[in-house]
């Protein structure tokens, strides 16, 4: 039995309610129960995963957390399988360095792999969280969504050929819907756990639902029922056979407290996995078609993102010249011996501040700018590959 869900642990106050509590709440839940393998996300401070570890590795006794940028990656793993391998895959595009009340750039976001077998059957556990959604209406990170989302699947289906099954669990930051969502499971190949065992409807909403003491109020106000945004996946491949024998939601209130384990909900599925006999049949086999759909569409929205990068480029070198023949201006015009202690002080803060923002300027231009344009740039060629190669085996069939 699987489980994954979304702990919400931004080690800030104020940004993240009873922190501590729903923390031990939920260690000592997971210790409570039978999973094989649990995945959990945001656990951002090293003293939160240190918590959990007290708790869990009592009945799972291994765990491997996933580290990348700058206050860690926030994905862990715990198994009751021995972990074999681990691998963690950087995405190229992580948003921006400067929307520091994103975050999502400092957590150096990626595709964490762990290999875990059990009766000679191997199995890779991929699992990620995505560049989250803040405005539903104007969405400034949908080329980097994508670009993660056709990223991942690339890497699933080269590196899941060498496991007899592949289990994905992640807080997608997408719609079952939207074109990313669609992509992962198309060009990967993938299952989704909770459509194999139930409706796509309210019921598997995972986070801004009405029954969720986190949920808010601009979120409900376009989603009134809530969204899904977590999802497990799997893919068996030749010589294996899977059923899902139950998916269904999991950590919600706390008992007896006012609030919830999180503000998405978990998400848990009892798969069964036996060896086929050789007289089965193999695998599904990609849609074509679909797949090449979905790949145009993609590279749309990839070269919309680098029409912004380049835009955003011209803006900041255009700015940085303004900002420069400024702070030369003000350096060459002299003031008067009698000028009082207050205007030196301003013009210190004002020459102070010009040049940070020249320096912030050129740092931005040079090298973050440079990391989305190279980055969106790899994508768009990526996709472009990809759906000539499609685009042939379509014509050869």
């Given at each position: 039995e699987i489980l994954w869900t979304v702990i919400r642990g931004v080690p800030v106050p104020f940004a993240c309610k009873y922190?501590?509590?729903?923390?031990?709440?939920?260690?000592?839940?997971?210790?409570?129960?039978n999973f094989d393998i649990v995945i959990l996300q945001e656990v951002w401070a090293e003293s939160d995963y240190k918590l959990l570890q007290q708790?869990?590795?009592?009945?799972?006794?291994?765990?491997?957390?996933?580290?990348?940028?700058?206050?860690?990656?926030?994905?862990?793993?715990?198994?009751?399988?021995?972990?074999?391998?681990?691998?963690?895959?950087?995405?190229?595009?992580?948003?921006?360095?400067?929307?520091?009340?994103?975050?999502?750039w400092f957590g150096g976001k990626g595709l964490g792999m762990c290999r875990v077998s059990i009766q000679g059957i191997s199995i890779n556990i991929y699992c990620t969280h995505l560049h989250a959604e803040y405005d539903m209406e104007s969405d400034e990170y949908i080329a980097h969504r994508v670009a993660q989302a056709f990223d991942m699947s690339q890497f699933i289906k080269y590196t899941s050929g060498s496991c007899d099954l592949a289990i994905v669990g992640g807080d997608f930051n997408?719609?079952?819907?939207?074109?990313?969502?669609?992509?992962?499971?198309?060009?990967?190949?993938?299952?989704?756990?909770?459509?194999?065992?139930?409706?796509?409807?309210?019921?598997?909403?995972?986070?801004?639902?009405?029954?969720?003491?986190?949920?808010?109020?601009?979120?409900q106000r376009l989603e009134p029922v809530g969204r899904r945004l977590d999802y497990l996946l799997y893919k068996a491949n030749e010589g294996v056979d899977v059923e899902v024998g139950s998916c269904k939601l999991d950590f919600g209130k706390i008992p007896d407290k006012p609030y919830n384990y999180s503000d998405h909900e978990g998400v848990a599925a009892r798969l069964l996995v036996q060896r086929k006999k050789d007289s089965e049949k193999s695998p599904?086999?990609?849609?074509?078609?679909?797949?090449?759909?979905?790949?145009?569409?993609?590279?749309?929205?990839?070269?919309?993102?680098?029409?912004?990068?380049?835009?955003?480029?011209?803006?900041y070198t255009i700015l940085c010249i303004v900002c420069t023949i400024a702070l030369y201006g003000f350096w060459c015009t002299e003031m008067e011996r009698?000028?009082?202690?207050?205007?030196?002080?301003?013009?210190?803060?004002?020459?102070?501040?010009?040049t940070l923002l020249v320096a912030f300027l050129l740092f931005y231009k040079l090298i973050i700018n440079k990391i989305e344009f190279k980055g969106l740039t790899g994508a768009e060629e990526d996709i472009s590959n990809l759906c000539s190669s499609v685009k042939k085996r379509i014509k050869h069939n």
């Amino acid at each position: 039995e699987i489980l994954w869900t979304v702990i919400r642990g931004v080690p800030v106050p104020f940004a993240c309610k009873y922190r501590k509590e729903r923390f031990l709440s939920i260690a000592e839940e997971i210790s409570k129960r039978n999973f094989d393998i649990v995945i959990l996300q945001e656990v951002w401070a090293e003293s939160d995963y240190k918590l959990l570890q007290q708790h869990i590795l009592k009945t799972m006794p291994y765990c491997h957390y996933f580290q990348s940028g700058t206050i860690g990656s926030g994905v862990c793993v715990f198994s009751k399988l021995a972990i074999e391998d681990s691998f963690y895959h950087l995405f190229p595009l992580n948003g921006y360095f400067h929307k520091v009340q994103h975050g999502d750039w400092f957590g150096g976001k990626g595709l964490g792999m762990c290999r875990v077998s059990i009766q000679g059957i191997s199995i890779n556990i991929y699992c990620t969280h995505l560049h989250a959604e803040y405005d539903m209406e104007s969405d400034e990170y949908i080329a980097h969504r994508v670009a993660q989302a056709f990223d991942m699947s690339q890497f699933i289906k080269y590196t899941s050929g060498s496991c007899d099954l592949a289990i994905v669990g992640g807080d997608f930051n997408l719609r079952p819907t939207d074109l990313g969502y669609k992509m992962i499971v198309t060009n990967g190949n993938l299952h989704d756990c909770w459509l194999a065992k139930n409706e796509e409807n309210e019921s598997g909403h995972t986070n801004e639902r009405k029954d969720n003491s986190f949920s808010t109020h601009n979120v409900q106000r376009l989603e009134p029922v809530g969204r899904r945004l977590d999802y497990l996946l799997y893919k068996a491949n030749e010589g294996v056979d899977v059923e899902v024998g139950s998916c269904k939601l999991d950590f919600g209130k706390i008992p007896d407290k006012p609030y919830n384990y999180s503000d998405h909900e978990g998400v848990a599925a009892r798969l069964l996995v036996q060896r086929k006999k050789d007289s089965e049949k193999s695998p599904d086999s990609t849609d074509e078609n679909k797949l090449y759909d979905l790949l145009l569409e993609s590279k749309t929205i990839v070269q919309k993102g680098l029409t912004k990068a380049r835009s955003d480029n011209l803006f900041y070198t255009i700015l940085c010249i303004v900002c420069t023949i400024a702070l030369y201006g003000f350096w060459c015009t002299e003031m008067e011996r009698e000028t009082s202690h207050l205007v030196v002080v301003g013009r210190a803060v004002i020459f102070v501040t010009l040049t940070l923002l020249v320096a912030f300027l050129l740092f931005y231009k040079l090298i973050i700018n440079k990391i989305e344009f190279k980055g969106l740039t790899g994508a768009e060629e990526d996709i472009s590959n990809l759906c000539s190669s499609v685009k042939k085996r379509i014509k050869h069939n």
